[in-house]
């Protein structure tokens, strides 16, 4: 599978290149505070910027994305720095829903694959994260995780504190090339797969419900250099 993903990489990485619009295409932190990272509304989305995902089945939770359910999905390409630049280490995700579930995929490159936090709702931004907040009107729901699979999610109210008592229900699959927490080699990939139940999003799971959307992932270098990238869409639509 790595072969395969690489591969995919180098041609979605050309694409984005050439036509600036990568995150299109289809198929196949330290996480900051929570203050930071849910900081300030999101800003009227260019119509670019939002991910319209058709109706799908068949996606297996399995950390693989060969199933044919993501073939209707879309792919974010490759995550960007501060200054828009494709970040490295590389990252892309995709998102799909059907069967009462939000699908969202990450791909994560990385050469030396950390976590600190083996428990739901713990500290998992202070290693290697991916975080997830998906926006329905007032109410922002996280979703943090981890190499390993273990989640941290909350619920915010505009306006006020992060709840980590509110549970997404979320199911979890992950894949590792690499030793986790082993600093004595080389690393290549780790990936996520989440599906979240879209009535625990305040969602009814029927065409023409949208939501906003970051997406972000925070890696730590060999090195201890902490690097984070986001991705472009704001807004999910299903269509």
């Known amino acids: 599978m790595a072969h395969r993903l690489r591969s995919a990489l ?5 694409l984005a290149c050439i036509s600036g ?7 196949s932190s330290q996480r900051v505070s929570t203050a930071e ?20 089945t ?18 974010t390409g490759p995550f960007v720095d501060e200054l828009g630049a494709p970040a490295r280490p590389y990252t892309d995700a995709r998102v799909a829903w059907g069967d009462g579930f939000l699908y969202v995929g990450f791909y994560m490159a990385d050469e030396n694959i950390l976590t600190n ?3 739901a709702d713990g ?18 729901y996280s979703i943090d995780a981890a190499p390993n699979g273990t989640i941290t ?6 306006g006020g504190a992060t709840d980590y008592s509110w549970s997404s229900g979320a199911k979890v699959a992950t894949e590792m090339d690499g030793t986790l927490n082993d600093t004595s080699d080389n690393d290549e990939e780790w990936l996520i ?34 690097t984070c990238a986001n991705a472009e869409p704001t807004r999910i639509q299903l269509d």
């Open 117 to 119: 936090v083996d428990r």
């Open 153 to 158: 999610d909350g619920l915010r109210i505009k």
């Open 58 to 75: 068949g996606i297996a939770l399995d950390g693989d994305f060969d199933d044919p359910g993501w073939s209707k999905g879309q792919k």
């Open 37 to 56: 990272a849910s900081s300030g509304p999101l800003s009227q989305p260019r119509e670019a910027a939002v991910m319209h995902i058709a109706r799908t």
């Open 193 to 226: 797969e989440l599906a979240i139940p879209l009535k625990n999003l305040g969602l009814d799971g029927k065409s023409g419900e949208s939501m906003g959307v970051r997406m972000r992932r925070c890696d730590k270098s060999k090195g201890g250099v902490r």
């Open 123 to 140: 500290p998992l931004w202070l290693a290697d994260d991916v975080h997830l907040a998906l926006i329905v009107g007032d109410q922002e």
């Open 21 to 27: 619009a990568g995150w299109a295409l289809l198929g």
């Open 10 to 14: 180098f041609v979605a990485g050309a």
